[in-house]
């Protein structure tokens, strides 16, 4: 059994910057993916960004690509976020699986969420 806390999000006008944070704590194993996911209200949630717990691997969906990072470091992976649009506006969840990495259902646990709001 594995637990994500999240942390990070916010408010941020057009062309800033955030980070969000995803502590795992419990049975996270190597070959384990780990991924942002957003949904934006009255949205599907979808995937932004993922790789293997290693670091292998990460992918970005084309509309983030360029401008979102993820990584870790020991237990914490996180999102760096630049040239925020208003279309990146969303609530934020960091997921953690052993399934196919680029679905949802690939993903057994999940962090609580967090707000990312982009706006002038």
């Known amino acids: 059994q594995a637990r994500l806390a999240q942390s990070g999000g916010g408010l941020v006008q057009p062309g800033g910057s955030l980070g969000l944070s995803c502590v795992a704590t419990?049975?996270?194993?190597?070959?384990?993916?780990i991924g942002w996911f957003r949904q934006a209200p009255g949205k599907e949630r979808e995937l932004v960004a993922t790789?293997?717990?290693?670091?292998?691997s990460p992918y970005y969906v084309d509309a983030v690509k360029g401008r979102f990072t993820i990584s870790r470091d020991r237990n914490t992976v996180s999102l760096q976020m630049t040239n925020l649009r208003p279309e990146d506006t969303g609530t934020y969840y960091c997921?953690?699986?052993?399934?196919?990495?680029?679905?949802?259902?690939?993903?057994?646990?999940w962090g609580q969420g967090t707000q990312v709001t982009v706006s002038s």
């Open positions: 997921a953690g699986g052993y399934g196919d990495m680029y679905s949802k259902s690939g993903y057994l646990y």
């Open positions: 419990g049975a996270i194993v190597h070959n384990s993916n």
């Open positions: 790789m293997i717990w290693t670091g292998e």
